[in-house]
Structure formats: structure tokens, C-alpha cells
């Protein structure tokens, strides 16, 4: 293995160690898969101490370039984010085809999608979901929580809240597998024809709940994502919040340059 973090660039040895670490991951010299030299082995290669070691380590975690597992070490990840184009995954065509938007857009990027549902069933709308539901706080909602895999990793964990007046007229709704195309199709096809989507994101620190659901390293990014899904009528018939491993995804928006 290469040692060419240099002593002259005036950064700290710990961020020459882990940029130099980094290199060696995109040029393909330590592959997927393979495991990141250890705190012990980092610090003969490059003669520094157990602390400047660790915390090279520590820095290339937020990246997205290691995994790093309790008692086992680091590890390159495997495989490479999932494109998200907010053009093309809510395409009416995708939901006819019978695939919801995560399944159609994890197989275009050649992966195995895969979904676990956590629950589904009424709750109180919490006050953030309620207001964007334009429902009074507490009000009976239907929640549909799902975490979403791709090729056996957890990627994201996502609720779907939807107002109880027409959840309850779409039995479809409150099953595990609500069909071909998602719970998108099936308000469709009830007469709730969606006009537009919109999506607020934010990244943050997983919290420890978050980085034990999505398998994340200590101190990993997210994505923290909320949409709100719009009726031709002008009504939000489903916000769904969403934590997304931020390692896992590459966000692409199309933003029209016009008026």
C-alpha cells in the first residue's frame, strides 16, 4: 500500500492520513468490500500515534467511503448511491407499469430492492405532519412506516401519513402490500389524481435510533426528507417523512430556469 500523505501540506497529520486513506478507496487500491488497515497497522505505515490513527479513521466515516462495525473494524462500502432524479421517479408510467417509485429507481441503478413494512394502521397526527395535512393536531391519521433495502442494505426508513377520511374508503390502503404501483396508484384510481410533488430535504447526524435501523457507522449523515404529495384539487392526500442513509443517494433536481 502507497504511503503518500506528505508532512509539507500543512494540514494535520490526522486529515493527511485519512484524505491519503480516501485516495487509495476512489483509485480502487483498497476495494470494496476490503477491509481499511487498522488504527495498529495505520500507525506503523505512517508513524504517528494511536490518537492521530483513530482519528483519521474517525474523519473518513462521514464520507460514505467506509462502514465501520463494533469489533470487526472498516470496512469500503460496496457499492455506490442510488441516483434519485426528481424528474423521473414519480412518473405516472412508472406507477401503471405496476413499480413504486423506489423499487423502479433502485432497479434502474442495477440493484435488488427490497422493503420491510413496520406498521401500518391510525394514529394522532403529529403536529408538523397535521399542519401539513392541514388537519387540527391529533387528529386520526393512517401511517404506513416502511424500511427499504437495496441489495440486503437498509437505505431508508419512511412513513407515509394520509388523512383518515379517505384512508378509510381505500381498504387497499391499510394492507401491508397495497398493490401494483404503490399506495400513488390506488389514490389515483379512487378519483385523487396527484398534480405535483414537493419535497423539502435537510441532512443532519443520524440519531441513535436512525444509525441502529440503517446500520450506520457512529456520527454517519442523513438525509432527512418530507413531501408532501398534491391533489389536481389542491389537496396534500399523503406527506411522507423519510430518513435516508446519506452515503446511500445522490439527489438530482430539475429546476427550470424560466418565470
Known amino acids: 500500500m502507497g504511503i503518500t500523505a506528505s508532512r509539507d501540506s500543512g494540514q494535520p497529520r490526522y486529515l493527511q492520513i485519512a484524505e491519503d486513506l480516501a485516495q487509495q478507496i476512489r483509485a480502487g487500491i ?15 505505515r505512517y508513524s504517528v500515534s494511536q490518537g492521530t490513527a483513530r482519528k483519521a479513521v474517525a474523519e473518513l466515516r462521514p464520507t460514505g467511503l467506509i462502514d465501520t462495525h463494533h469489533g470487526k473494524g472498516s470496512f469500503v462500502k460496496s457499492q455506490p448511491p442510488v441516483r434519485r432524479k426528481s424528474s423521473d421517479r414519480f412518473r405516472r408510467s412508472h406507477r401503471r407499469a405496476g413499480k413504486a417509485a423506489y423499487l423502479a429507481e433502485t432497479e434502474q441503478a442495477g440493484k435488488t430492492p427490497g422493503v420491510t413494512v413496520l406498521y401500518v394502521g391510525p394514529i394522532e397526527a403529529p403536529g408538523d405532519i397535521a399542519e401539513r395535512l392541514d388537519v387540527p393536531a391529533g387528529s386520526k391519521v393512517l ?12 437505505t431508508e426508513e419512511a412513513t407515509s401519513y394520509l388523512p383518515w377520511d379517505i384512508a378509510e374508503t381505500i381498504p387497499e390502503l391499510s394492507q401491508e402490500n397495497p398493490g401494483g404501483g404503490g399506495i400513488y396508484a390506488r389514490l389515483e384510481e379512487n378519483g385523487h389524481t396527484l398534480k405535483e410533488f414537493t419535497e423539502t430535504v435537510r441532512a443532519r447526524l443520524a440519531t441513535k435510533q436512525e444509525t441502529g435501523a440503517l446500520s450506520l457507522s457512529p456520527g454517519a449523515p442523513v438525509f432527512h426528507l418530507t413531501r408532501n404529495a398534491e391533489t389536481e384539487a389542491g389537496r396534500i392526500v399523503e406527506v411522507c417523512d423519510t430518513i435516508m442513509a446519506a452515503d446511500q443517494f445522490v439527489l438530482d433536481y430539475r429546476i427550470p430556469a424560466g418565470d
Open 30 to 44: 483498497l476495494a470494496p468490500g476490503q477491509k481499511v488497515p487498522s488504527e495498529s497497522e495505520l500507525m506503523t
Open 143 to 154: 401511517a404506513r412506516r416502511r424500511l427499504y433495502f437495496s441489495n440486503g442494505t437498509p
